[in-house]
């Protein structure tokens, strides 16, 4: 089915098939080295146009969680700005203002250190832990925001620490 989806897209001309697709500048040498065992196959660049552009972000390890954050909601149009810079540094802030405590805060920070740090080791123990991997700077953040929100908060799982002192006469 996808075959002829992809088919239909493309313009049939003689007996050639002939179609316009988008793909970054630097992955034009791995597309035309992955064509070119199909002699009939030819890449060229088509400047003169006036099809919209797709939008297209690099994604590495450490923005890729954010990214499928962003993208639960929708794509950005080409030229808009690029929520997902915004979403690194408000996504984690808000989760650590709503779950606030140190300790559980602390957990969290722990499991994303271990992960984060432990990478490579973790890969080998198979394809379960590979979703976990996909979130671990995205659960390292947050649970430094939870820690730090939960002392400026004085929750330590959920028992309140009174560090700083109280203002207010509570002897009474």
């Keep these: 089915k996808e075959l002829y989806k992809t088919l239909n897209c493309m313009k049939q001309h003689d007996n050639s098939f002939i179609g316009f697709f988008w793909a970054p500048i630097e992955q034009e040498n791995k597309i035309r080295y992955a064509l070119a065992d199909y002699t009939a196959c030819k890449i060229n660049g088509y400047d003169n146009h006036n099809i919209n552009r797709p939008t297209y972000y690099k994604v590495n390890e450490f923005t890729a969680a954010f990214y499928e954050i962003v993208w639960t909601y929708g794509y950005p149009t080409y030229l808009e700005a690029n929520p997902a810079l915004f979403t690194i540094v408000t996504f984690p802030f808000f989760f650590g203002m709503m779950y606030?405590?140190?300790?559980?805060?602390?957990?969290?920070?722990?499991?994303?250190?271990?992960?984060?740090?432990?990478?490579?080791?973790?890969?080998?123990?198979?394809?379960?832990?590979?979703?976990?991997?996909?979130?671990?700077?995205?659960?390292?953040?947050?649970?430094?925001?939870?820690?730090?929100?939960?002392?400026?908060?004085?929750?330590?799982?959920?028992?309140?620490?009174n560090i700083f002192g109280s203002c207010y006469d509570l002897g009474n």
């Design 100 to 161: 606030g405590d140190m300790g559980h805060g602390s957990i969290l920070m722990i499991m994303g250190i271990i992960l984060c740090l432990g990478n490579e080791q973790l890969k080998s123990l198979g394809p379960d832990i590979k979703s976990i991997l996909y979130g671990r700077y995205l659960l390292l953040l947050m649970g430094i925001m939870a820690t730090y929100c939960g002392f400026i908060y004085n929750e330590f799982f959920a028992i309140p620490t």
